[in-house]
Nanobody
Framework: QVQLVESGGGLVQAGGSLRLSCAASVSSLAITAMGWARQAPGKQRELVATFHTGGRTNYPDPVKDRFTISRDYTKNTVYLQMNSLKPEDTAVYYC??????????WGQGTQVTVSS
C-alpha cells in the first residue's frame, strides 16, 4: 500500500485559486499514475485529474481549463492547481496513486471550501 499525504486545502472565495499537494511514500518509478478525486456531501466520489507516467493527463469537463495537474518525479509528489474556483468545487479532495505494488491507494483527504 502506498502512503499518501495531502496538503493545501482551505477556504477561498469564488474566482480564487488553491494548490493541493500530495506526497507518496514510494519512488515515482513504482507509480503508474497519480491523480485527484473529490467528494461533495451527498454525492459520489468523482475523478478530477489524472497524471499518467509519461505525461498524459485527463480532466473531466467540469474542471477542464481550470484545474491543472502536475507531477514532480524527484519528490514523488503530485500537485493540483485549481483556478477560477466555483462554489460547486467545494468538496473533500483525495489524492490517489496506482502502483506496481498494490491496487489504488488513497490519501486521507483535504477539505476545499469555495464561498460565493
Amino acid at each position: 500500500q502506498v502512503q499518501l499525504v495531502e496538503s493545501g486545502g482551505g477556504l477561498v472565495q469564488a474566482g480564487g485559486s488553491l494548490r493541493l499537494s500530495c506526497a507518496a511514500s514510494v519512488s515515482s518509478l513504482a507509480i503508474t499514475a497519480m491523480g485527484w478525486a473529490r467528494q461533495a456531501p451527498g454525492k459520489q466520489r468523482e475523478l478530477v485529474a489524472t497524471f499518467h507516467t509519461g505525461g498524459r493527463t485527463n480532466y473531466p469537463d467540469p474542471v477542464k481549463d481550470r484545474f491543472t495537474i502536475s507531477r514532480d518525479y524527484t519528490k514523488n509528489t503530485v500537485y493540483l492547481q485549481m483556478n477560477s474556483l466555483k462554489p460547486e468545487d467545494t468538496a473533500v479532495y483525495y489524492c490517489y496513486a496506482d502502483s506496481i505494488f498494490s491496487a489504488r491507494s488513497w490519501g486521507q483527504g483535504t477539505q476545499v471550501t469555495v464561498s460565493s
